[in-house]
Nanobody, 123 residues
């Protein structure tokens, strides 16, 4: 059974940093693309960032470019370094996995999801 477990969320002030982690277990993730999505209260879940299996390719939504960095240190752990946080970054952040080498930005393209971790940024 595939499991994705996020951690690292919390309450911070605007301008602070947080690093989210996502640990995958249950199977080999060789060749899997990993991603981060977020869902703010009353809004749809949206794409944040994705990273290829090798870590050599990444993609970001425009609102986080230059502030967030996605990375992976092995086949089963990815991170989202979030700097210069803003109140509008407040959301539940979800880790997702996709059985493909191609980066993707839509929810439908990811087959595995974590339970989410709350990030709250106060002004």
């Amino acid at each position: 059974q595939v499991q994705l477990v996020e951690s690292g969320g919390g309450l911070v002030q605007a301008g602070d940093s947080l690093r989210l982690s996502c640990a995958a277990s249950g199977r080999t993730f060789s060749g899997y693309t990993m991603g981060w999505f977020r869902q703010a209260p009353g809004k749809e879940r949206e794409f944040v960032a994705a990273i290829s299996w090798s870590g050599g390719r990444t993609d970001y939504t425009d609102s986080v470019k230059g502030r967030f960095t996605i990375s992976r240190d092995n086949a089963k752990t990815i991170y989202l370094q979030m700097n210069s946080l803003k109140p509008e970054d407040t959301a539940v952040y979800y880790c997702a996995a996709r059985a493909s080498l191609r980066l993707a930005t839509t929810m439908a393209e990811y087959g595995y999801w974590g339970q989410g971790t709350q990030v709250t940024v106060s002004s």
